[in-house]
């Protein structure tokens, strides 16, 4: 072999390393026949180690890509269930407005009407409620009134004394209304204390009874 | 020549190179296709009776012929699946064939699989074999009919996989049905087992699939070790795919 055909294959040599090195696998020229020599079998070698090399660095490329994509696909689904959550949250704030409203159904006297069961978070947020009303509202008299509450346990009943012991702190008394004969049986059985309670059968009874108590009729 | 059964690990490994070396410099992914069966048959003729390679390709990116195919194909079908082939409805395009026929060496011969448009769930399901190819290779079908032809590289580019059936003239689906519904062939041929490479080319719609059909019995072990002919021929096509150089 001649020197100058040695040189030439030694740099060819050189430069596919090099450009293996740098992972720019298209500059490296592949070629399918390699001289019958010692060197040949070291380009062979080489030649070699250029495709396993790529072969390898493009599936991780690929595998790197695909990650990214997953990754840009959770993000996108986060923001979403995100965004969901929020929407139920303001959902879940408009029901619990609703569901515990104070209606000023007459100069001084408020009503508090209760439908379905009240639990911790929701007993919390019909004391804030009443006593954010009785803060913006003259109030002597709160009509809690429970015709459409079918059922209540320990944890209802000490929810409604606690607004009705908040409210007295603020000089405001407390009535019950509408309370069903199995809710009446079920206070009874827990031994709810309503003895500061005044009772009524239904709203209208107990509005005016607060009528009176305020008139001294 | 050895089976594939009988390939040892550097048998396997230099099969690879081979291939890769044959298949780089293509100007086209058909092109590469086809040399990869030629390549890979030449050396697995006693095993091989039958090697394909398909590739997913928009419908309006086929060559006219084909296109005249998928339409008839897809004309054929009963329900309201045809009137969904448009041009980026994706088509499973017969890219590569050699085998033991004449007839198999070109793809342009080919009588009935030119190209599967993928029209809609029930319509792959139809067919047995490829509804159970694109499953066991990662191609979940759910996206079928969103008209979505990058949702194949989003969503599933990435992964590659192994088909494997190992006993082709018995096995069957959990419908009952023969997972390859040709049986005249299986039979004809001494068809064995038939196996499955898939990959894609991630962010594009191109996922490629080698189908072979074996006259020797494989384990899924050994059709296992046949994957990496998929990152190889997917690591000299890459360029191609990426240019849009598919014919």
Excluded at chain 1, 78 to 94: F, G, K, N, P, S
Excluded at chain 1, 202 to 217: F, G, S, T
Excluded at chain 2, 14 to 22: I, N, P
Excluded at chain 2, 192 to 218: A, K, M, N
Aim: hydrophobic letters at 50%; glycine letters at 6%.
């Amino acid at each position: 072999m001649q020197i100058e055909e040695l040189d030439q294959r030694l740099e060819r040599l050189t430069a596919a390393l090099a450009h293996l090195l740098a992972g720019e696998f298209d500059a490296i020229p592949i070629t399918p026949s390699v001289v019958d020599d010692l060197l040949g079998s070291v380009e062979q070698t080489v030649q070699h180690l250029v495709m396993d090399i790529k072969t390898v660095t493009l599936a991780n490329r690929d595998k790197e890509a695909v990650l990214l994509l997953q990754q840009q696909q959770l993000e996108q689904q986060v923001r979403e269930l995100a965004a969901r959550a929020e929407t139920i949250e303001q959902q879940a704030a408009a029901i619990r407005q609703l569901s515990t409203p104070v209606l000023e159904v007459w100069r001084e006297v408020l009503v508090l009407p209760i439908i379905g069961a009240v639990d911790t978070a929701r007993g919390e947020a019909l004391m804030t409620d009443l006593l954010d009303s009785i803060a913006r509202m003259p109030t002597k008299w709160v009509i809690i009134d429970l015709t459409g509450v079918e059922f209540v346990d320990t944890h209802t009943a000490d929810h409604l004394l606690k607004v009705v012991r908040a409210a007295a702190l603020l000089g405001v008394r407390c009535m019950l209304s509408g309370i069903q004969p199995a809710v009446a049986q079920t206070l009874a059985n827990i031994g709810a204390e309503l003895g500061e309670l005044a009772t009524e059968r239904n709203l209208a009874e107990a509005l005016r009874h607060c009528l009176r108590q305020l008139h001294n009729l | 020549m050895a089976t594939i059964a009988q390939l040892t690990d550097p048998d396997l490994l230099a099969l690879e190179r081979r291939m890769q070396l044959a298949v780089h410099g293509a100007t086209s992914l058909a092109a590469a296709a086809q040399t990869y069966v030629q390549t890979v048959y030449a050396a697995l003729s006693d095993s091989l009776v039958l090697l394909r390679v398909f590739a997913t390709v928009p419908f309006g990116r086929l060559p006219a012929v084909n296109q005249a195919f998928v339409r008839q194909l897809a004309a054929t079908v009963p329900s309201g699946d045809a009137a969904r082939l448009g041009d980026e409805t994706l088509v499973l395009s017969l890219l590569g064939s050699a085998g033991s026929e004449p007839d198999w060496c070109d793809p342009s011969r080919s009588r009935g699989h030119i190209g599967i448009p993928l029209l809609s769930v029930e319509f792959i399901d139809a067919i047995p074999m490829i509804a159970r190819l694109l499953k066991q290779l990662g191609v979940e079908l759910d996206w079928l009919g969103r008209e979505d032809t990058a949702v194949v590289g989003k969503t599933f580019g990435f992964q590659s996989g192994v088909f494997h059936v190992a006993a082709a003239a018995t096995a069957v689906d959990a419908r009952g049905r023969k997972i390859i519904s040709a049986q005249d062939f299986v039979s004809r041929y001494a068809i064995e087992t038939v196996f499955g490479l898939g990959g894609g080319y991630v962010g594009t719609p191109v996922f490629v699939t080698i189908i072979g059909f074996c006259r020797d019995h494989l384990d899924a072990g050994r059709v296992e070790a046949l994957r990496p002919h998929i990152d190889r021929f997917k690591a000299e096509t890459v360029g191609l795919v990426a240019d849009g150089r598919v014919f």
